[in-house]
C-alpha cells in the first residue's frame, strides 16, 4: 500500500490520541475507532481493536521521524512524529566456544536453520488481542541488570549484531513471570543459542521473548495472565552466566523491553 498522498490534517481533530515512548526502540500505543487500519511510513500494519487500540514500535535503529496514520471518514489521516535517538555501548565477550560465535560445523548451521524457522512462524502471529495495553512489569522480581538493549556486541573479537535484548542477571531456578498477559506463540526448550526460548504474543504483532531458560511452565496455544509463571531462569544455549535475555519485537522491529514499563494504552 502506497500512502504518498497522506498528509497530517492540521486544521482537524487529531486522527487518534496517544502514548509511549518515542524514540529508538520505543513504542507507541494509540487508540482511534475501533477497527480502523493503520499504516506506518507508508506501509500497512493491520487495523485497531474493538476498542480502538493500536500498537506501533520504532526499531533499535529508527529514523528520526515516523509517520502514523488511520483511515477515518473515508480517507488516510497521518501524524509525524520525531522519534529521539538512543546511545548504544560496545559490548565484547571472549572466551565463547568458536561454533557459539560462527558455526562452521554443517549439523550445527541445520540446527540453527531449523531453528530460525521455528522463530520466524511465531514471529508472524498477529494475535487478535490488545493485552498491551494495560503497560509492562518487569519478568523478574529484583533482577541485576548486567546489558542493556542494543549494545554492539563483539564475541571472540568478532563484531556481530547487536544485542537485542535486556540480560537480567538471577541465580538459576529464579521464576520468570509474564510481565502483561498475551497468547504464548512458541515454547521450546532447547534451541542451540537461545536454550529455553518462551515468545508471547501481546497483540496486533507485540511479541515479547525470554531466553536461556532451564525450565518451560506454559505451552503454544495457551493464554497467560499478568505475572503467571512461565518458566524459570537458566544459562542454557550461548550464556555466560545465569540471567534471563529479555527481547521484543513489533513485527520486524527490534524494541527495548524496559520501556514498556508502565506505559500504558490511552484511556477512552
Given at each position: 500500500m502506497c500512502l504518498a498522498a497522506s498528509r497530517a490534517f492540521a486544521d482537524e481533530a487529531a486522527p487518534f490520541v496517544h502514548s509511549g515512548k518515542l524514540m529508538q526502540g520505543g513504542v507507541m500505543f494509540g487508540r482511534t475507532e475501533p477497527g480502523a487500519p493503520i499504516a506506518v511510513d507508508g506501509k500497512a500494519q493491520g487495523v485497531a481493536s474493538p476498542q480502538g487500540l493500536f500498537v506501533v514500535g520504532f526499531d533499535r535503529d529508527a529514523p528520526g521521524t515516523a509517520s502514523v496514520a488511520v483511515y477515518r471518514a473515508g480517507r488516510w489521516m497521518a501524524q509525524s512524529f520525531d522519534i529521539a535517538p538512543a546511545t548504544y555501548d560496545i559490548q565484547r565477550i571472549d572466551n565463547l566456544p568458536q561454533q557459539m560465535v560462527t558455526a562452521t560445523d554443517p549439523a550445527i548451521i541445520e540446527r540453527e536453520k531449523a531453528d530460525r524457522a521455528l522463530k520466524d512462524k511465531a514471529f508472524a502471529s498477529r494475535a487478535d488481542i490488545d493485552d498491551f495495553k494495560g503497560g509492562f512489569?518487569?519478568?523478574?522480581?529484583?533482577?541485576?541488570?548486567?546489558?542493556?538493549?542494543?549494545?554492539q556486541r563483539v564475541l571472540n573479537g568478532e563484531p556481530k549484531a547487536p544485542h537485542y535484548g535486556v540480560d537480567l542477571a538471577a541465580p538459576v531456578g529464579t521464576p520468570i513471570h509474564a510481565p502483561a498477559p498475551g497468547l504464548v506463540v512458541l515454547a521450546e526448550p532447547d534451541l542451540y543459542l537461545d536454550g529455553g526460548l518462551t515468545l508471547i504474543d501481546h497483540g496486533q504483532g507485540l511479541i515479547s521473548m525470554y531466553l536461556h531458560q532451564s525450565r518451560l511452565d506454559v505451552k503454544?496455544?495457551?493464554r497467560v495472565g499478568r505475572l503467571q509463571p512461565i518458566g524459570l531462569v537458566g544459562m542454557k544455549g550461548r550464556a555466560?552466566?545465569?540471567h534471563l535475555c529479555w527481547r521484543m519485537k513489533w513485527r520486524d522491529r527490534n524494541l527495548d523491553p524496559s520501556l514498556m514499563i508502565a506505559t500504558e494504552a490511552p484511556k477512552a
Open positions: 512489569v518487569l519478568p523478574l522480581e529484583h533482577p541485576v541488570r548486567t546489558s542493556p538493549f542494543g549494545v503454544a496455544g495457551e555466560t552466566g545465569p
